[in-house]
């Protein structure tokens, strides 16, 4: 029972992220707590060997909580939420994988089915905010439109690579539904006008490709890898309204050049945040501002003066619409470092376990791994995606899940 309803947990954490922002920490919270519980009650995989197994990744994943409290400590002042987004990687990672162990690989690939809900949710309520026009931008209450149409991306991509497993007995009908919610959910993404999200198409591709032909046969990947760039292309082209933002784009990014006299469009008040955020690491390399809150007030107090930004920035906005800049700016080089190990270190696991010597079903949970962790690399150039603790909730529960389903003695162990 208790792996029943950790497995039902994990399905709902998908749901939760796209429909509110109080629900996840919550369901994160529970995860944890009935992990405890599981593995107090069985031993199906005994927890010294998972920490074993776990050490070095574990100490990286470790890195973001260790370098904010130094900075605590250096600044004398503390950094509260950022404390506690580190906490809940540091000590949630190893709870959520010595709990997850416990859990059948069967049973436990039974949670994506929180992905396809999640999914066709999200598309509802984009095509539900656009609706009749299809032109305006959907403004969703939980996230804006960029990190929404990020995770929607996401969504759609995992929903796609499960497509190689076998979840029920009705092979196609199961597959029929994949498919289907994997191009709504894409759809979903294009009516989101999303410019951005579309860097890390590419790299969702080679993933994918890697993972089902691992490139045995060169020609026929780089065809295939080819083909998806063209499918992809003349999706985001059938949109008007996205084919004009990205022409505005562009337009607006020939403009953001001249630093003298900034331009408050909406590519360049990007081009300003991110010079804001470098000239607060610049003065600060070390240990940076101390937490993100203060960089609202470095904008105000230091980059207005210095001619960084402009008065419309500095007066509405607080923070940099980068995850790595702002890990710079609050932290130092040394946040800078946490951040990718973050995203890196999750991601060389996964991208060992793609190896052809791996089983096909460890093969497709390690490019799900990889697809969240180098997913939210790109998103984070452009979004602030660990904006909140849903996301880091969230990342971390995805990594734990796919990283226990990428292991091959685990899956010997059905």
């Known amino acids: 029972m208790l792996t029943l309803l950790l497995v039902a947990l994990y399905a709902c954490m998908p749901v939760a992220v796209m429909s509110s922002d109080q629900l996840p920490s919550p369901v994160f919270y529970l995860a944890l707590v009935l992990c405890l519980f599981v593995v107090c009650r069985r031993s199906r995989v005994p927890a010294s060997q998972v920490l074993a197994d776990y050490r070095a990744f574990l100490y990286c994943y470790s890195v973001p909580l260790v370098v904010v409290l130094v900075s605590c400590a250096m600044h004398w002042r503390w950094a509260g939420s950022s404390v506690e987004a580190g906490l809940r990687g540091a000590l949630g990672m190893p709870i959520l994988l010595l709990g997850l162990h416990q859990v059948k690989p069967r049973l436990l690939r039974q ?9 066709l949710f999200a598309t509802g309520y984009v095509a539900y905010l656009a609706y009749p026009s299809w032109l305006v931008r959907p403004e969703t209450s939980v996230y804006n439109a960029v990190g929404y149409g990020n995770l929607m991306l996401l969504l759609s991509v995992i929903s796609l690579y499960s497509l190689r497993w076998r979840l029920t007995p009705m092979r196609k009908l199961e597959c029929t539904v994949k498919i289907v919610v994997a191009i709504a959910a894409l759809a979903g993404f294009v009516l989101t006008q999303t410019r951005t999200g579309w860097m890390a198409v590419p790299v969702f591709a080679v993933l994918g490709v890697a993972m089902a032909t691992g490139f045995r046969r060169p020609w026929r990947a780089a065809g295939l890898l080819a083909a998806i760039v063209v499918v992809a292309m003349a999706l985001g082209a059938s949109s008007p309204s996205l084919r004009d933002r990205v022409e505005e784009g562009y337009q607006q990014t020939m403009q953001c050049y001249d630093v003298s006299h900034p331009v408050d469009s909406s590519v360049c008040i990007r081009f300003q945040l991110w010079r804001a955020a470098w000239h607060a690491f610049s003065h600060n390399p070390v240990i940076g501002l101390g937490d993100h809150s203060l960089f609202r007030n470095w904008m105000k107090t230091r980059a207005l003066p210095d001619g960084v930004v402009s008065k419309y920035v500095a007066n509405n906005f607080g923070e940099p619409h980068n995850d790595m800049m702002q890990a710079l700016s609050s932290f130092g080089v040394l946040g800078g470092l946490g951040l ?14 793609m190896g052809s010597g791996y089983p096909r079903d460890n093969r497709v949970a390690a490019a799900m791994g990889a697809a969240v962790c180098l997913g939210f690399a790109v998103f984070g150039i452009t979004e602030l995606m660990f904006r909140g ?4 909730s969230f990342y971390t529960m995805l990594v734990a899940l796919f990283l226990v389903l990428s292991e091959p003695d ?3 162990a059905a």
């Open 389 to 392: 603790m849903r996301t880091v």
């Open 410 to 412: 685990n899956e010997a």
């Open 111 to 119: 949670s994506v089915w929180g992905v396809y809900a999640a999914a």
């Open 340 to 353: 990718l190990l973050l995203y890196f270190a999750p991601a060389w696991l996964f991208l060992k376990r």
